[in-house]
């Protein structure tokens, strides 16, 4: 009677025998060489998925650092979450029935932050399907607007309609806030665009087969549908959530009464209340209790100091100035910027209240002229002054920015 080359149990000692050229192995022994394997790659820092080479949280960090300037606690919640969620699809199928449930990411800050940057950021370490879908153009199914579906038709594109690709992807879901309820008041009208909206995301963020449209549903209504199964998709929300400061605010007055209360007071940074906000604020802002059960990572952004500014100009790998400075260097000129240039630039995307993203339209302006004419001239080198700056910058330029401020 065949037996196994390993272990030695005989055909009928085991579920299965696998018979190779000169030898057998049981289904036992295979599945102890697969729990080896996988111990040996923990071990080893890395863990491969597919194409997917993850790093440990540290060093997920440590690349985040490379394209993303201060919001250290805010990337160290993300590397965990990123790594954990990823281990969970490495994870071998064992006898002890514990299955590791998905850590859906929701990210609070104000708008230039960095959130849609750090999301980015971690799709391109993975090298994994990635996309961003804008939670405003969402409304109910039936609706005027995109179906719910059309989050996971983008994430297909991206993975150019590889199923099994786009099933371990991430999904950015920006302006998160911008769908929830628009009051506690019963109303005839249904709130499609708010809660309607929030009620069709369960379904995704959860983890469930869904018929996804490969093409967009509403233009195409004859095309077959491609199930995609959305237990192994990062979601990762974002949104300015304007005001919610003032629910953190009202429940951090109202939670200590006593003698202790005013000392408790006195050690709140009522001009960073964000970095005290909890899953039931989020609720109270207006998001449904199932949705944010589905989003168990919460984590704020600090809001940018003029510091924090100066570095995100010069020092990212793909930072602003290093960006303009390779535009030039196509075109065989040397770009210089001023120390004076950068304090000028900063301080005006601080006075146009901006946060980041105000940099590099600031930055255009100054620069338009220069990109213009500067091509077709034989000039082989430009520093950008403040006085240049300051000149280019005009009235027109400032008072347009401060109308978005």
Request: some cysteine.
């Amino acid at each position: 009677m065949d037996k196994c080359s390993l272990c030695g149990r005989k055909e009928s000692e085991v579920n299965m025998l696998f018979t190779g050229v000169d030898g057998h192995i049981c289904d036992e022994c295979i599945e102890r060489g697969h729990e080896i394997l996988m111990e040996d790659r923990a071990s080893s820092g890395t863990f491969s998925i597919g194409d997917i080479k993850l790093l440990k949280p540290k060093q997920i960090k440590e690349f985040i650092d490379q394209y993303v300037i201060g919001q250290e606690h805010a990337k160290k919640v993300l590397s965990v979450a990123v790594y954990n969620h990823y281990k969970r699809l490495s994870q071998p199928t064992t006898k002890d029935d514990v299955e590791i449930e998905k850590s859906n990411i929701i990210m609070v800050g104000e708008t230039g932050t960095g959130k849609t940057l750090l999301a980015r950021t971690i799709a391109k370490m993975l090298h994994v399907p990635f996309t961003i879908v804008d939670a405003t153009v969402l409304t109910e199914a039936g609706y005027v607007g995109e179906d719910i579906e059309s989050l996971l038709t983008r994430l297909l594109q991206a993975a150019d309609y590889d199923v099994k690709a786009a099933e371990r992807g991430i999904v950015f879901i920006d302006e998160i806030d911008k769908i929830a309820r628009k009051g506690d008041n019963p109303s005839i009208t249904r709130d499609v665009s708010g809660e309607g909206v929030q009620q069709g995301l369960l379904k995704l963020l959860e983890g469930s087969i869904v018929n996804v449209p490969p093409q967009g549903g509403r233009k195409h209504p004859e095309q077959k549908m491609i199930p995609v199964n959305t237990k192994d998709i990062l979601f990762i929300c974002g949104g300015a959530f304007e005001g919610i400061d003032r629910v953190i605010a009202k429940r951090m007055n109202t939670q200590v009464v006593g003698y202790g209360s005013h000392k408790i007071h006195e050690q709140v940074d009522k001009e960073n209340l964000l970095k005290y906000i909890i899953p039931d604020d989020i609720r109270k802002f207006g998001l449904i209790p199932e949705i944010v059960g589905r989003l168990p990572v919460l984590t704020h952004l600090e809001p940018l100091d003029r510091e924090a500014l100066k570095r995100i100009l010069t020092e990212p790998k793909n930072s602003i100035v290093k960006q303009y400075i390779k535009l030039f260097q196509m075109d065989k000129i040397k770009l210089e910027f001023s120390d004076d240039a950068i304090e000028y630039i900063v301080d005006q995307a601080i006075s146009f209240k901006l946060g980041a993203r105000g940099l590099r339209s600031i930055c255009e302006s100054i620069m338009l002229e220069a990109m213009f004419d500067m091509p077709s001239e034989k000039t082989k080198e430009f520093k950008v002054s403040r006085d240049y700056a300051e000149t280019k910058l005009d009235k027109n330029a400032a008072a347009k920015f401060k109308n978005v401020g």
